[in-house]
């Protein structure tokens, strides 16, 4: 089943190494990526979450996180030379990257977009992002996560 998400056939078309997780995602949950740390059995902070914002000046920039924080739409703003930033909504975000919220993947978009990742990436031997579902994750290197999407590395996180 996982190995049909553009996410996960996207990073295979790359050529990059990554390892597929799938756990039993529980419906009522709304902090999926927690749900995907503890499932998981690692770092709540080795977790990153996609997120979508509206950039004034640029459009629509996708944002990755860890898990455990929020996203600064001030930074996200300024590390692709926008003036403001606000976060779309949930509808939105869904159409414009063909993934349902809580399994928005960075990977395998509908189109590609401005890519920015949290430099707490970099800590980490291995990340987990969405496989474009709940309930699957895929870990990766934070480097082949920065050059498949050429994103750029700043502090978004707060």
């Known amino acids: 089943m996982a190995k049909g998400t553009p996410a996960v056939l996207a990073l295979g078309n790359a050529g990059v190494e990554f390892v597929v997780h799938e756990f039993a995602h529980e419906p009522s949950s709304r902090n999926y990526g927690v749900e995907a740390a503890e499932a998981l059995g690692v770092e709540h902070d080795r977790v990153f979450k996609t997120l979508l914002a509206d950039v004034q000046g640029v459009g629509q920039v996708v944002a990755v996180v860890p898990v455990t924080g929020q996203l600064s739409l001030r930074e996200l703003a ?38 920015v990742i949290d430099e707490t990436a970099e800590l980490w031997d291995t990340i987990f992002v969405s496989g474009g ?17 050429d994103a750029t590395v700043w502090a978004i996180g707060t």
């Open 133 to 149: 579902r709940r309930g699957l994750d895929l870990e990766l290197v934070p480097q082949a996560l920065i050059d498949v999407l």
């Open 78 to 115: 300024a590390a692709v030379g926008g003036k403001r930033a606000e976060m779309c909504p949930p509808d939105v975000a869904e159409r414009l990257t063909g993934y349902v919220v809580g399994g928005i993947s960075p990977f395998g978009l509908k189109r590609r977009l401005p890519t």
